[in-house]
């Protein structure tokens, strides 16, 4: 990266998974907890599989947003959904994978594929986890 035009800094503290997470403009400041599913806790407190889901999510969906205006695509009411799944590979190790889901309802099936495959060329979150982990990507009309 040649030049960086924003940084976003983030502090995990306390027992990692049973920590919490906290901004360095204080905006962010969460409780995190092991899900039940991990032999923890759960509750109402987050984990890092839900907040890498809303980042994901909300910046794909800028993505789809900003491909769609590039051309010409008129959107209405549109919405991005991750599954951020944790699990272990075949040689014990943990894993992530993703399953994105873009709503564009009453758009054509052909054309929401089209934006959705280029959103996913231009999102940073995609060109970070490509090549890392398992993403599907798709759209629902």
Known sequence: MADAIYTATATARGDGRDGEVTSSDGVLDEKLAVPKELGGPGGSFTN?????????????????????GKTGVELGETEVTVDVHLGKTEAGQFA????????????EQGKADE?????????????ATRGNIAVTVSART
């Open 48 to 68: 890092p599989e839900q907040l890498f889901a809303a980042g994901y999510s909300a910046c794909f969906h800028g993505a789809l947003r900003a491909v769609a």
């Open 115 to 127: 934006l959705v495959a280029q959103a996913h060329q231009t999102c940073p979150y995609s060109s």
């Open 96 to 107: 992530l994978a993703v399953d994105l889901t873009a709503s564009l309802p009453g758009m």
